[in-house]
Antibody
Framework: QLQLLESGPGLVKPSETLSLTCTVS??????????WGWIRQPPGKGLEWIGS???????YYNPSLKSRVTLSVDTSKNQFSLNLNSVTATDTAVYYC???????????????WGQGTLVTVSS | QSALTHPRSVSGSPGQSVTISCTGT?????????VSWYQQHPGKAPRLMIF???KRPSGVPDRFSGSKSGNTASLTISGLQAEDEADYYC???????????FGGGTKLTVL
């Protein structure tokens, strides 16, 4: 059974960089057409897609966050990572990593999700 | 691009059917048959319930069904059960700039 697990600091200061890692286990990370994505959910609010990437490095970003987001991958560890810079209180959210079946128009949904990790932006 | 629009809440009694709507635009729901739906219980991660408008992943009960008409997608839950009480989100592919957008979520209460 595929499992995803987010890890990283739970508290980040304003203007600093939020860094999270997602570790994938129980399935193939660097084969097939799967992309790996990040989605966030501010407390009490809805879901927002942040970005997705392929294990080879091809990336897609939410246009509203693109200037602050960097996604990267470490295939040797079956991990992919999110960096979000210049954070403010509005970036406080539960951050989820998820598997996306592909990047053609038909693959843009998320079939496996991590448990999520709360990141609070506060001084 | 704005989020897809849901009703804030819907409710139904056990055994009844409920339908949750999700309204987009001619740039997303209206033009692509790539709508997905997610169920989220409090404190839990979302779970994929429907993809490609009406397809169910393995393990999702056939009480859950999806459809689309024009700019509006719908999730119908028949034979409501207590465990169906959750938040539901729709999501649509939105083209090669925005890529994917979510709805604001609907809270389903089983009376």
């Amino acid at each position: 059974q595929l499992q995803l697990l987010e890890s990283g600091p739970g508290l980040v200061k304003p203007s600093e960089t939020l860094s999270l890692t997602c570790t994938v286990s129980g399935g193939s990370f660097s084969s097939g057409s799967y992309y790996w994505g990040w989605i966030r959910q501010p407390p009490g609010k809805g879901l927002e897609w942040i970005g997705s990437m392929y294990y080879s490095g091809n990336t897609y970003y939410n246009p509203s966050l693109k200037s602050r987001v960097t996604l990267s991958v470490d295939t040797s560890k079956n991990q992919f990572s999110l960096n979000l810079n210049s954070v403010t209180a509005t970036d406080t959210a539960v951050y989820y990593c998820a598997r996306q079946p592909g990047a053609s128009s038909s693959g843009w949904y998320f079939d496996y999700w991590g448990q999520g990790t709360l990141v609070t932006v506060s001084s | 691009q704005s989020a897809l629009t849901h009703p804030r809440s819907v409710s139904g009694s056990p055994g009844q059917s409920v339908t949750i709507s999700c309204t987009g635009t001619s740039s997303d729901v209206g033009v692509y048959n790539y709508v997905s739906w997610y169920q989220q219980h409090p404190g839990k991660a979302p779970r994929l319930m429907i993809f490609d408008v009406s397809k169910r992943p393995s393990g999702v009960p056939d009480r859950f069904s999806g459809s689309k008409s024009g700019n509006t997608a719908s999730l119908t839950i028949s034979g409501l059960q207590a465990e169906d009480e959750a938040d539901y989100y729709c999501c649509s592919y939105a083209g090669s700039y925005t890529y994917v957008i979510f709805g604001g979520g609907t809270k389903l209460t089983v009376l």
